[in-house]
């Protein structure tokens, strides 16, 4: 008989280990670190000026505390250091994108973004928009993201003159798991803080108007400024907004339906976006990679059934208790 | 279960439960990113007219150049300018305005002496917008202390 713990660790295995093909980990890696090399990373200058006008931070991340604890504060934070520094990470990102020597490159590159990130906001500001993006980078170092589509693997490949080994693992699909239950407590989060704070006012419509009209003011935004004067628009969004945020996590139990929770969600963001100005690129691109990776079923058919013929068998299974 | 599973498993659980810190501690809600919490746009308001304040902070130095205070200027964010001195100075702060020039002023040959806070109203009615330009507020740079 199998004690109750043994059950529970059985079924933790079963969320998070599934054995799976360790392709759709790699090409995550690839889309991770170009988008945050190529996209999203802030250019150096925005950094110097910080660095170069403040003699002090206003409001430091325990990050950038405990770099000043241990280095004195010039070392990093002057012109020269930080140049040096920022010109590390961009090299450990490109390693990482092609994949040499990755799991170490992606880790510089992770650190080393989440650095970058927590100077930017260590002077008075703090966004949310990179927070879960840079905590799923940082898994991919610790999981097999450079086994295919890398210049390790190549290496690996023509070192045995053989054909690759086992491509199936059950480490390829923890981080998009704990992409996907952070965007899920992150959504929750959000939505019952408006139902706490903000109660059945949020939904009447005035809220949303003022919000949306707020930024999109402040932005120049059209769409947003055409938006502010909708009112029944606003109420029906309101709604929406609630629903999705407060639901999404219902796409950890329900694989069949979480395809639509998360373009839901994209759209959501999109919304946002152009309304706004709300830049959650970050969201956007894990929502994308979930919603082909996490719940491959859907495309899969699709792709069956126009393109007769079956993909490759890469869709997860459940691992074997060990 | 194997020894790498055992420590990614300690590290999910830590990285979901480093999430509640900013939620318990309120010393250290805004110190741990990338651990956040998510309470964002979470006010609510009465029904009543949509209104809203577009505001911009021009420095005056002592030659009469005027500039516009940009993160850039500053050294800082769009959002540190607008929560560190944009709504202060329209609430009539003068702490605020002289920590301002004061930050403004570091190694700069031709201080600033006055900033000038200009904003308009924009208000939602039931033709269009509204457009309503509002009295600029002004702060004087305080005298250096003497040496």
């Known amino acids: 008989m199998r004690l109750p713990v043994q059950r529970w660790i059985d079924r933790w295995n079963a969320y998070w280990f599934p054995e799976t093909s360790t392709l759709y980990l790699s090409i995550t890696r690839i889309v991770m670190v170009a988008t945050q090399l190529f996209w999203l990373s802030r250019p150096l200058r925005d950094h110097l000026i910080l660095v170069e006008k403040n003699t002090e931070f206003i409001n430091p991340q325990l990050l950038i505390s405990a770099i000043t604890t241990i280095f004195p504060r010039d070392l990093l934070f002057s012109t020269s250091g930080f140049s040096v520094f920022y010109w590390v990470v961009w090299v450990a990102g490109l390693l990482a994108l092609v994949g040499l020597f990755t799991r170490v490159s992606l880790f510089v590159f992770a650190l080393g973004t989440w650095i970058l990130i927590a100077h930017i906001y260590s002077y008075g500001d703090r966004h949310h928009t990179e927070a879960v993006f840079v905590i799923v980078l940082m898994a991919l170092a610790f999981a097999p993201s450079g086994k295919r589509l890398s210049l390790d693997a190549l290496l690996r490949r023509r070192a045995r003159k053989t054909a690759d080994e086992s491509d199936r693992v059950d480490t390829a699909m923890w981080p998009l798991k704990l992409a996907h239950v952070l965007l899920a407590m992150t959504y929750f989060s959000t939505g019952m803080t408006k139902i ?127 | 279960m194997r020894q790498s599973k055992v420590w990614i498993s300690i590290g999910i659980v830590v990285v979901i439960g480093l999430h509640a810190v900013p939620i318990l501690s309120a010393g250290l809600r805004k110190r741990v990113w990338p651990f956040l919490d998510w309470g964002m746009y979470k006010d609510s308001r009465a029904p009543g007219p949509i209104q809203v304040k577009k505001k911009r902070i021009f420095a005056v130095t002592q030659t009469g150049q005027k500039e516009r205070v940009t993160p850039t200027l500053l050294g800082s964010t769009g959002y540190g300018l607008h929560m560190l001195y944009e709504v202060p100075l329209l609430r009539n702060d003068s702490a605020a305005a002289q920590d301002l020039f004061r930050r403004l002023n570091v190694q700069r040959p031709d201080p600033f002496v006055e900033l000038r806070v200009e904003s308009e109203t924009y208000t939602v009615s039931d033709t269009g917008v509204v457009k309503q330009d509002n009295p600029v507020i002004t702060y004087r740079a305080a005298p250096s202390p003497p040496r």
Do not use: C
């Not at chain 1, 903000?198 to 419509?205: K, R, V, Y």
């Not at chain 1, 707020?214 to 929406?240: E, M, T, Y």
């Not at chain 1, 219902?250 to 976006?273: E, K, N, T, W």
């Not at chain 1, 719940?295 to 792709?303: E, G, V």
């Open chain 1, 196 to 322: 706490i704070f903000g109660g059945p006012q949020w939904l009447n419509g005035y809220t949303l108007q003022g919000y949306t009209f707020a930024d999109a003011v402040n932005r120049n935004i059209p769409l947003g400024i055409w938006l502010g004067q909708q009112h029944k628009l606003a109420i029906v969004l309101s709604v929406f907004t609630i629903l999705l945020e407060t639901f999404f996590f219902v796409s950890l139990f329900l694989p069949r339906v979480a395809p639509l929770i998360f373009i839901s969600a994209f759209f959501f963001q999109v919304g946002l976006l152009l309304t706004g100005g709300h830049d959650f690129y970050q969201h956007m691109v894990l929502l994308v990679l979930l919603l082909f990776f996490i719940t491959p079923d859907w495309w899969r058919t699709l792709w069956a059934k126009y393109l007769g013929r079956s993909s490759p068998p890469i869709s997860a299974r459940p691992a074997i208790p060990r």
